[in-house]
Nanobody, 119 residues
Framework: QVQLVESGGGLVQPGGSLRLSCAAS????????MGWYRQAPGNQRELVAV???????NYADSVKGRFNISRDNAKNTVYLQMNSLKPEDTAVYHC?????????????WGQGTQVTVSS
C-alpha cells in the first residue's frame, strides 16, 4: 500500500522557517522523482519544487533562493526547507511521487500539511 505522509506544517511568522517532511512507503522510492506542490484557497495546485531520482532540483520562481528540496533515499523521505517565509506562501503543501516510464506516468499524492504564514 502506497503512502506519502507529510509533516512539519504549522503557523509561522513572516520571515520565519519551517521544514516539511514526507515519509514514503509502498513503492521503490529511489526511482521516483519527488516534488512538493501547494494549493491556496481559490487557487490551482502549483509546483513548488521537485527533485529527480538523480538529485537534480527545480524550483518555482517564487521560492528560488528561499526554499530547498532534498531527499534521503535511505529513509525514503523528502524534505522541503522553507526560509524567509511570506504570507503568500500560505497554502496546503502536498508531497508527490512521480515515475515516468515507457510513456506512462505513475503519480502518488499525500494528504497535505497546512502552512500558515501570519503575524
Amino acid at each position: 500500500q502506497v503512502q506519502l505522509v507529510e509533516s512539519g506544517g504549522g503557523l509561522v511568522q513572516p520571515g520565519g522557517s519551517l521544514r516539511l517532511s514526507c515519509a514514503a512507503s509502498g513503492f521503490i522510492f529511489s526511482v521516483y522523482a519527488m516534488g512538493w506542490y501547494r494549493q491556496a484557497p481559490g487557487n490551482q495546485r502549483e509546483l513548488v519544487a521537485v527533485i529527480s531520482s538523480g538529485g537534480n532540483t527545480n524550483y518555482a520562481d517564487s521560492v528560488k533562493g528561499r526554499f530547498n528540496i532534498s531527499r534521503d533515499n535511505a529513509k525514503n523521505t523528502v524534505y522541503l526547507q522553507m526560509n524567509s517565509l511570506k504570507p503568500e506562501d500560505t497554502a496546503v503543501y502536498h508531497c508527490n511521487a512521480r515515475w515516468v516510464i515507457l510513456g506512462s506516468t505513475r503519480d502518488y499524492w499525500g494528504q497535505g500539511t497546512q502552512v500558515t504564514v501570519s503575524s
